[in-house]
């Protein structure tokens, strides 16, 4: 017997210097696995800047901004049909802190007309902070916005304190009388029917333990709250237990600790709640699924008036206050602000970006802050215009109710930052995002490319192109035969007609004549990584490529030449909101400006007169919008990529089963387009046009036709201006380019000359 009392003794004691380890290895060490939380693009606002008003208060309210009578804490604003007066959070950015302030500023029509502080002097601008909308979370899926003991609202202490462990400050890790408790509740229940775990039990059991309800799993949980106490302080147990108790489930990802719970739940920082928020998060200590405020409300309202009425009963809060916090509405979120499935397919780019500089296991355990270009706003007209207008096309065509997909990138085109993106019509569904991984023919959409080379080897606006019928000998494949679009051919047609009314047979001969490997080099030049086949088809968009590639490749366009890498990234952080690494812009000039000049001013005349000449009754022509239709054999694939001066978008729209749509790109991914870009505060198109540029009138044949009826005015490269005269072009027409009243579509091309 003394022998096995021995044994036992010994056993105990490794039992215990284990736990020992265990305990002080992981409070001492990395506590949690943080993943790392992706925020949304801050805003800038200053004077000038275009916003409407609604559209102010829609970024504070994403914000779980409150609007009240006058703002008096940060996280408040108030407005009035001029005015919006914002008391600013403060927060860390990467090129600084911002202190919480008060800004004053003046809003009419959409633009900010003025800005100013507290004490109404002028300010330069301000920054609301950015909108945490995701995480890359660690293996097993938990998520924690940590917070300090000194940050944490005394009423949630109170709280805690008077339902979980009244005497949490008294005991030494295990309460006696609340362990007595437990043990009769359980012996009359013939079970484990109560536990009475302090404060510190609940840790170990959270932090090390299962859930399991057995003897050997409570004289652990107990020994390692003992040995918990011995190592560290009271308010040490706190703050970790604040940090680490269960609140809640988001899709896959588990909520963690009272930092994040805030957000879920009400959209707000946790010292920015009131009373019954902070006592309703304190009810779900006890049950977070069978408390649940969205599912179960009253259930969840009963526990946090019973956290309520605790508090009073210990003096924590007075019952005039306890009373008003009673009648208060639950407050939370209609589903809980903070998703895991927010925006999952802009997630996707951002983790295919991060790769490169970042381990995986990093990215998941680091607890990084990573400030992407997301600009909400503008993500949320992308999902609400393809969802309606999918659906509208349904209805119109016939078609299968939830047939139609579509894929959405929205990009700036100063920096090519993506400031939204849409990888199918469900913008929740985490599943395959067709704007980085679809692989569809791009039809006409690669037609520019073919123009673009066309004039690196000299040709210009004006040259003339045979659109007669073609015929194409392939060895080991069938004889090739283009037709056009309207099933007729155009005999000889100017370059830029071919552009703007997407001819295939003049598109498909000239592709031939200039070399389809020089189109092939061109595509990989303007930011293509992968290898494709250059078959003669190919000059039509015989070729798989994805939305995400054919950014890029616009981009280049709308840029004015530049390759500009296509980014999600702003700047990361380390889990004390450090800068770690800023994402500069990065360009290199692929196109030369004076055929980027002529390009811009064919891909303005596709809007102007062409194939989508549908887009001059939705917006004005001083914004001389530049785009391409594409459309694929079978009407397939649906195809638009347009840009103004600020943003480019490029849509496609499709079915997975590849069945036909009955979609050309101007009847289906060019109304996405335009739904999209009349809510984006689009600018004109101005990109600044070599001094070698010279501007003249060009008739229909392709002949210098200054002064003469009908002329069109076209940019030229030095060495390519058509050496013929049109009959009705005098000497004195031809000195005189100015003479002449010009047609509206004329001037849009006057006008880029600098």
């Known amino acids: 017997m003394r022998l096995f009392a021995v044994l036992a003794f010994f056993a105990l004691a490794g039992y215990t210097v284990y736990l020992d380890i265990t305990v002080r290895d992981k409070l001492e060490g990395s506590r949690w696995a943080i993943p790392s939380h992706i925020y949304s693009r801050p805003l800038d606002i ?30 408040t604003f108030a407005q009035s049909k001029y005015r919006v007066r914002i008391y600013l959070r403060g927060f860390t950015f990467w090129d600084g802190s911002s202190e919480p302030r008060i800004i004053d500023l003046r809003i009419e029509g959409n633009v900010v007309t003025a800005l100013h502080d507290a004490h109404g002097n002028p ?61 009769w509740a359980n012996l009359s229940a013939g079970g484990v029917v109560q536990g009475g775990s302090t404060l510190t039990q609940q840790l170990a059991k959270n932090f090390f333990l299962t859930q399991e309800r057995t ?136 983790r295919l970006q991060l790769r490169r500089d970042y381990q995986e296991d990093g990215l998941r355990k680091a607890g990084l802050h990573i400030i992407t270009a997301l600009d909400p706003r503008i993500q949320g007209v992308v999902e609400k215009s393809v969802g309606q207008r999918l659906s509208a096309i349904e209805k119109q065509k016939n078609l299968p109710e939830g047939s139609l997909q579509s894929a959405v990138l929205v990009v700036r085109t100063d920096n090519g930052e993506v400031v939204a993106l849409a990888g199918g019509r469900a913008p929740r569904f985490a599943g395959f995002n067709r704007a980085l991984e679809a692989e569809r023919p791009v039809g006409s959409l690669i037609k520019p ?26 060895a080991g494949a069938p004889v090739w ?6 099933g007729t051919s155009h005999g000889s047609v100017r370059l830029i007609d071919a552009l703007s009314y997407s001819y295939n047979i003049a598109t498909a001969r000239l592709g031939l004549e200039i070399g389809i490997d020089r189109v092939v080099r061109l595509l990989r030049r303007l930011g293509l990584n992968r290898e494709v086949s250059g078959y003669p088809s190919f000059s039509l968009g015989a070729v798989n490529l ?119 790109g101007a009847s289906g991914a060019m109304q996405i387009w335009g739904d999209i870009m009349k809510e984006v505060h689009i600018q004109p198109v101005d990109l600044p046009a070599p001094a070698s540029i010279e501007y003249v009138q060009i008739d229909q044949y392709g002949q210098l036709a200054t002064g003469c009826s009908g002329a069109q005015t076209l940019p030229f490269v030095p060495g390519t201006m058509p050496d013929r005269y049109a009959s009705c072009a005098s000497v004195k027409k031809r000195r005189d380019k100015s003479a002449k009243k010009q047609s509206w579509l004329e001037k849009l091309f006057d006008t880029n000359r600098k």
């Open 46 to 75: 200053f004077p000038g800047m275009v916003i409407t008003r609604p559209e102010l208060v829609g970024e504070l309210k994403q914000l779980g901004y409150r609007a009240v009578a006058h703002p008096d804490s940060p996280g």
């Open 123 to 183: 300010s330069d601008s301000a920054r609301l902070e950015p909108r945490l909308f995701g995480s890359i979370s660690p293996g097993h899926h938990e998520d924690r916005a940590l917070v300090r003991l000194e940050d944490v609202p005394q009423d949630l202490v109170h709280a805690l304190l008077a339902v979980e462990d009244r005497a949490f400050y008294k005991h030494f890790g295990i309460d006696p009388r609340g362990l007595a408790r437990a043990m």
């Open 215 to 350: 003897i050997q799993r409570k004289l652990t949980e107990m020994l390692m709250a003992l040995l918990l106490e011995l190592h560290y302080e009271k308010d040490e147990i706190l703050e970790a237990y604040i940090n680490e108790v269960y609140l809640g489930q988001s899709g896959n990802r588990a909520i963690h600790g009272f930092g994040l719970a805030s957000l879920f739940y009400f959209a707000r920082p946790l010292d920015e709640l009131n009373l019954s928020e902070l006592a309703l998060l304190t009810a779900l200590v006890k049950g977070a699924s069978y408390y649940n405020p969205f599912r179960s409300p009253e259930r969840a309202k009963t526990r946090r008036n019973l956290v309520l009425g605790n508090m009073v009963e210990l003096g924590y809060v007075d019952s005039t206050a306890a009373a008003e916090a009673r009648k208060a509405p639950l407050g939370v979120t209609r589903k809980g602000r903070y998703s895991s499935t927010e925006h999952p397919a802009y997630l996707d780019f951002v």
């Open 449 to 474: 490319l073919v123009f673009l080379a066309a004039l690196e080897r000299g040709y210009s606006l004006a040259s003339m192109l045979d659109d007669g019928p073609l015929v194409v000998e392939q």
């Open 481 to 486: 035969k283009p037709q056009n679009y309207d």
């Open 546 to 664: 994805t939305p995400l590639e054919m950014t890029q490749m616009y981009l280049a366009f709308a840029s004015g030449g530049f390759l500009i890498p296509l980014r999600t990234t702003r700047s990361v952080l380390n889990q004390d909101m450090q800068p770690l690494a800023r994402y500069p812009l990065s360009l290199e000039q692929v196109i030369e400006g004076e055929q980027m000049t002529v390009l811009n001013a064919g891909l303005q005349s596709v809007v102007a007169k062409g194939t989508a000449r549908s887009l001059n009754t939705r917006f004005p022509p001083n914004l001389k919008l530049a785009g391409k239709t594409g459309t694929t054999n079978g009407y397939r694939d649906s195809w638009f990529a347009g840009y103004g001066g600020n943003y480019l978008a490029v849509v496609w729209v499709g079915r997975d089963d590849n069945k036909p749509t009955g979609l050309t």
